[in-house]
């Protein structure tokens, strides 16, 4: 399995961004994934999900302002960040699920994935 993120850079508050995961080595489309952030001396915070029957969650700081979406041809998943503040400031991995398509429930918590990328950061400055 090999994830690999892209996309984050210096924004200014108020702007938006993309990033991108870009999957392997293993069958994308049958499995859910998940973006989280990290910043220094803290924990890894859930921020989205998506399914593996393209059901998206949020985290509630985010709701309304970022959109998860996968692309399964490419094998990517896409986190679009509007509306951006400083507390968005972090680095994002993006991670699969343990579980797969026929599970019968939606894996949503961090512990439910295993595999993680190695991360991209987004600072949101003026």
């Known amino acids: 399995v090999q994830l690999v993120e892209s996309g984050g850079e210096l924004v200014q508050p108020g702007g938006s961004l993309t990033l991108s995961c870009a999957a392997s080595?293993?069958?994308?489309?049958?499995?859910?994934m998940m973006w989280v952030r990290q910043v220094p001396g803290k924990g890894r915070e859930w921020v989205a999900m998506i399914s593996w029957n393209d059901i998206d969650y949020y985290t509630e700081a985010v709701k309304g302002r970022f959109t998860i979406y996968r692309d399964n041809t490419r094998n990517t998943v896409h986190l679009r960040m509007n509306s951006l503040t400083s507390d968005d400031s972090g680095v994002y991995f993006c991670?699969?699920?343990?579980?797969?398509?026929?599970?019968?429930?939606?894996?949503?918590?961090?512990?439910?994935?295993?595999?993680w990328g190695q991360g991209t950061q987004v600072t949101v400055s003026s």
């Open positions: 991670g699969k699920s343990q579980k797969s398509r026929g599970s019968r429930t939606i894996p949503r918590t961090i512990g439910e994935y295993d595999d």
């Open positions: 080595g293993f069958s994308f489309a049958n499995f859910a």
